[in-house]
């Protein structure tokens, strides 16, 4: 008997088969003559802190892997063919880690287990569990592959596999980024359980999953009969079944069925060669298979005629992490903070290439961690505890914060020791860690008595600044105009009378405006008006209605300026409606942006959401997802959306919505903490694509008591901020570079003086070509000597070359690597600098070797990254 699956809804919800006459008719009958090949993959899915605990893994990696070893040997010492010989299907890159790094296991066993990986008996994916992809950002879903890009650099092999099992859902940019992280190939089966999607499959069987970018990666999703049967994540569970079943209904004459163990813990069969060969007959081979040889054989039989299918189906389970908003939250919060932190550090790795050393162990356990913190479990339904669930959760992160906040830190004091500096008085530099100059406040940690000016040392000129007081810390608040690319300017503070400038804003009352934008703030913190003095002064607010909404409840609560200065100026509204929270509205000198700081000071355990309801018609939204920024409309109406198999409660936000309507206006919403949004009253497999509203998931429990964590895991302080500008007609590259000005502020830092980096400003990299964003800078993993890493995301619906340099300084050479740090090929430079070409939409990571002036040599050896990890 099959073990019980995850709790299931009414069973109304389950549809029957979906059967795609159409492309099964195009297609064509298979050759009667041919012999089949059917092959049947054996695997246990694994239910991490579902099934069983940590601890209980790892006992259960090392026994499985031990076990299948054990018969692999025997295979060779009886002359086993090749096509019954074991295998095991491993379902993520974290049974490798674990067993790599398994005190118990010895170092012959590691050797061992790497070459049956090498030799086809074990295979992995890239992915390192079974997640919910529709939660991540990008950069964690790539993180979270970088071990599997160690394996394939140290030990010299390739992970051609990702997987998303059980989940109903699936989004949309996933594929283009398990392609650049160098996948080929996937397979998906779902469960049809806990699940309010019906039915549970619309797509070929086999089809190329194609991303924006035209990258595509084969994949198998069979029409759904049952979560152990075709279509399920155990197809294999009852082998001759499901082989009866595939025979005669899939429209192929190479077939996969993968899937053993179901929600067993554990899958030790020594009778599975046994199995196949009492399945195959005359007109069908039926082989032991490691997944990759399916493929293999399936690409070059029918890889030619396949067609290309891309779309979102929305989010089911990936939403039960808002069920720990706060936890999720600061995850979302050190991914941004490591871009600055990586960016400083490849500062810092080039002019001394030890900084890096020493911190491989913590950086590999963050990056697994950004991973695994999405594994898909989180409904939370299972034999282990929620408590325990919920302090796996918090450890992951522990992980996370402790490597992203040291190196953080690190990097930010180095630097500031490695700046020329003369005279006593003390020196700032203001870093900006984004691929584009830019004018943003930065707040310096100087917090002596009397006035001061400060003094930018690159125009020797004045800045605006202003004394403020952020949870308890004084700082210094300046106007920082020009930052270069992935660099800084330097500023000086003197004694003096600074200069008089007016506020950056006025208040009355409720009423907050400068030279831009007046909004009205309600005590409750909600925005009742906002308009636009660039547009004469149109309302962006929906009539009757509020942006920033928390939920309903009284209008009560009181309101106080805070900050008031030349740089910037916040007003603060307190409420208890409908939950104790306070709201910020903050407005600048010259930055065309509404900040937006909410912050909910008391536990909840129902679902809370923020509204925005704007004054547009026609309205039109498109939106970050994982990897990809998509149109939330259905595909066949210009959209990145399926009609049906799907779930449109909440979409995936993350860092921008942007919400335009007729007449070339629109509004780009920013979003630092948060991951979902429901667009209108969109719900089920309908998608609402006429309400100009979005609302975002605050928190909570969304589909009832039964899944996910509940009462926020006891956390009772939630972060929860946005920011808004409106715009002309939407433009994807502007409203990217608004959404990752916000949420990378810039970084100051105290001068201590050296001599690596000049006194006034400098900039390590530039990136010119309009669409084309730095995504990422960082330091190689398998060290300095490889040179830094560089992610770029075009953001155009055209192909571009963009044009990277290193303006003090040339690039020695450059690769082509996958975005696990993989190398794919030497990529050229002309006159020092690079043209990166990318397609549409591409998100493309290479590396190259800076040259700077007086710098050291980096091409040095240096040593590999250390696998130990625990």
Known sequence: MFPPLKAKLPPFLLFGLVLLTLFVAALGPAPASAQKRVYLALDDHTDY????????????????INYYMNLFRQDE?????????????????????????????????????????????????????????GAMPAEALIRGMYFGGQLERRYNFRIPLAVAMENQTFPYGVGAVWAGAGAKYSWRGVCGCATG??????????????????????MKWYRFVDA???????????????????????????????????????????????????????????????????????????????PSYGASTG??????????????????????????AEAMASLAAVKSPGFMSGRETARDLANINFGNYFEHDWTCDGPISRNARRDWQRSLVTGIRNYVTTLYQDAVSTLGQMIQKSGSAPRYFVFNPLGWQRTDFADLPYSAAGPVLVIDLTTQLEVPSQTITVNGQNLLRILASDVPSVGYK????????????????????????????????TGQGRITSLKDKARADREFVGSGAALNEL????????????????????????????????????????????????????????????????????????????????????????GHYSRTSARYDWLTINHFADLSGAGNVGVTLSN????????????????????????????????????????????????????????????????????LEHQNPLVAGVISGGSQYPGTNFSLVNVSGSNALLWALKPADDGISEGLVARLWNQAVTPVTAALSVPAGSISSAKNITHVETALGALATTSGALGVDLTAQQLKSISFIPNLSGGPDLTSPQSPSNLRTQ
């Open 49 to 64: 802190f579902w099934t069983a605990n940590d601890v209980t893994y790892r006992q259960t990696f090392r026994d499985t």
């Open 77 to 133: 010492t009886n002359g086993v063919a090749p096509r019954l010989q074991n295998k095991f299907n491993l379902d993520g890159s974290f049974w490798a880690w674990e067993y790599l790094n398994d005190p118990a296991v010895t170092a012959a066993q590691r050797t061992e287990f790497i070459n049956r990986i090498k030799d086809g008996h074990f295979s992995i994916p890239l992915t390192p569990l079974v997640l919910c992809m």
């Open 197 to 218: 999607v019906s039915p549970q499959h619309n797509t070929p069987e086999m089809y190329w999953l194609t991303g924006n970018d035209g990258s595509r990666v084969l």
């Open 228 to 306: 152990v049967g075709i279509g399920g994540y155990g197809e294999a569970r009852t082998a001759s079944t499901a082989v009866s079943f595939a025979d005669t209904n899939i429209p192929f004459n190479v077939l996969g069925i993968f899937g053993k163990g179901g929600d067993d813990l554990a899958t030790m069969i020594s009778n599975w060669p046994a199995t196949v060969q009492g399945l195959t007959t005359a007109s069908r081979s039926v082989i032991v298979s490691n997944e990759t040889d399916f493929f293999q054989d399936f690409e070059q039989t029918y890889g030619a005629s396949l």
């Open 315 to 340: 989010n089911e389970w990936d939403v039960y992490s808002a069920s720990m908003s706060e936890l999720s939250a600061s995850v979302k919060r050190y991914l941004e903070q490591l871009r600055a």
């Open 490 to 521: 330097t500023f000086e503070i003197r004694s003096g009378t600074p200069a008089s400038l007016p506020n950056a804003a006025t208040v009355a009352g409720g009423s907050i405006e400068n030279s831009l934008y007046k909004l009205v703030l």
């Open 551 to 638: 939920g309903t409840g009284a209008d009560a609560g009181t309101l106080v300026v805070e900050n008031q200065g030349a740089v910037s100026v916040t007003l603060k509204a307190s409420s208890t409606s409908p939950l104790a929270h306070d709201t910020r509205i903050t407005l600048f000198r010259n930055i065309n942006r509404i900040d937006i700081s909410n912050q909910i000071n008391v536990n909840f355990s129902n679902v809370q959401t923020w509204r925005f309801a704007f004054n547009l018609t026609a309205p039109d939204l498109n939106h970050e997802e994982v990897g990809a920024v998509i149109r939330a409309r259905y595909a066949d109406q210009g």
């Open 672 to 739: 630092a903490d948060l991951y979902f949004m429901r667009l209108g009253n969109s719900g089920g497999p309908n998608l609402d694509t006429s309400t100009p509203e979005i609302k975002l998931l605050a928190g909570g429990q969304v589909d009832g008591n039964t899944f996910g964590v509940p009462s926020q895991g006891g956390d009772s302080s939630f972060l929860q901020r946005f920011a808004l500008t409106t715009h002309d007609a939407y433009n994807q590259r502007d409203a990217m570079k608004f959404s």
